[in-house]
């Protein structure tokens, strides 16, 4: 498949269970790499640059500071508190001379999507599917990635919880973020979305 992406764009991808969704995302974050074919990214850091063809380091660099990602599945949370994984993703993003600042936004962001306090300290192990899901997004969206990459953030989640992730959506698109979603149901993304992909049809609608 071929399609392009604008900066402060946001673009929904459909298609059917199993038509490659999530890997197209996967491909870009570099967590599959792809075989052939070409993955153009305009870095701020390294410029035009081929994300099949970006070095280790590059990813790196670029997973830290420029993409973010929240993954369909939530598998790989690390042994952290839920606190410290948001905190750490907004020191990368203002840096660690800025810790107040940071702490007050993890706070802001752990509020937004009602993370009752009493999980602040926890490690999410033991989350519910709904809770791990509203920990990612945050840890995500907090740094205010340039490029951000989102496999069914609201697929798990209650209608309130819906219509956090979507207003946190619209305030990053109202800052430039250019954004790649995967939604069970795009309707819900209705009037944010510029561009629809569709895997079967292979085009931008
Ligand atoms: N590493 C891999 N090696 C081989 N096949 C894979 C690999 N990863 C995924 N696939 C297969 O590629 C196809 C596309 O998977 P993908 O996860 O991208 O689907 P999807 O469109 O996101 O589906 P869903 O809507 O169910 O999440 C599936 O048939 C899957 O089994
Ligand atoms: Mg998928």
Redesign the pocket.
């Known amino acids: 498949m071929s399609f392009a992406l604008s900066p402060g764009q946001f673009v929904g991808?459909t298609?059917?269970?199993?038509?490659?969704?999530?890997?197209?995302?996967?491909c870009i974050w570099r967590t599959?790499l792809p075989e052939r074919g070409r993955i153009l990214y305009d870095s701020a850091r390294f410029g035009l640059l081929d994300l099949a063809q970006a070095t280790q380091r590059q990813m790196l660099y670029l997973r830290a500071f420029e993409l973010g990602y929240v993954s369909?599945f939530l598998n790989a949370l690390p042994r952290q508190t839920a606190r410290d994984i948001v905190l750490k993703s907004a020191l990368e993003a203002y840096g660690a001379d800025d810790r107040e600042r940071a702490e007050a936004e993890t706070e802001r962001m752990l509020r937004h999507f009602d993370l009752d306090e009493s999980l602040w300290e926890l490690y999410p192990r033991t989350f519910s599917g709904g809770e791990k899901l509203r920990l990612n997004i945050a840890a995500a969206m907090i740094k205010r990635p340039r490029l951000l990459l989102l496999?069914?953030p609201t697929a798990s989640l209650d209608n309130a919880s819906k219509l956090k992730v979507r207003s946190l959506i619209e305030q990053l698109k109202a800052e430039g973020t250019t954004m790649l979603g995967?939604f069970h149901d795009l309707e819900f993304m209705d009037g944010l979305c510029d561009h629809e992909f569709n895997?079967q049809e292979g085009m931008m609608a």
């Open positions: 991808i298609g059917r269970s199993g038509s490659g969704k999530s890997t197209i995302l996967r599959n369909q496999d069914e995967i895997m």
